[in-house]
């Protein structure tokens, strides 16, 4: 069973940044073993908004946060990092953490199958 351990998220104003961080206890050996978030909003079905391949340099974002957040990695830590910034508050929602088995679709890359997620972190950007 692999444990996801999340931090960071809280409350920021419109405009402001915060910094998400999830470890894991163990990685995948799958070489499309990828780590990342997705988030809920109350009321709003769950959005992958970043993930990237453990391991490698390929990553995933939604369109609603190109350019706006960085997903990295520090492989040895089995860490994942996720900044956010020029927060609005349509980005307010649940943050989960979650490992899943990644796969391409032509050159870009999705998650094809979740398997672990952590326990969520609030997001909250006031306007």
């Known amino acids: 069973q692999v444990q996801l351990k999340e931090s960071g998220g809280g409350p920021v104003q419109a405009g402001g940044s915060l910094k998400l961080s999830c470890s894991a206890s163990?990685?995948?050996?799958?070489?499309?073993?990828?780590m990342g978030w997705s988030r809920q909003a109350p009321g709003k079905e769950r959005e992958e908004v970043a993930f990237?391949?453990?391991?490698?340099?390929?990553?995933y974002y939604a369109d609603s946060v190109k350019r706006r957040f960085t997903i990295s990695e520090d492989n040895a830590k089995k860490t994942v990092y996720l900044q956010m910034n020029s927060l609005t508050p349509e980005d307010t929602a649940v943050y989960y953490c979650?490992?899943?088995?990644?796969?391409?679709?032509?050159?870009?890359?999705?998650?094809?199958?979740?398997?672990?997620w952590g326990q969520g972190s609030q997001v909250t950007v006031s306007s």
């Open positions: 979650a490992t899943a088995r990644c796969r391409w679709r032509g050159f870009d890359l999705e998650v094809d199958e979740y398997e672990y």
């Open positions: 990237i391949l453990t391991g490698g340099i390929s990553k």
């Open positions: 163990e990685y995948g050996s799958d070489l499309m073993h990828c």
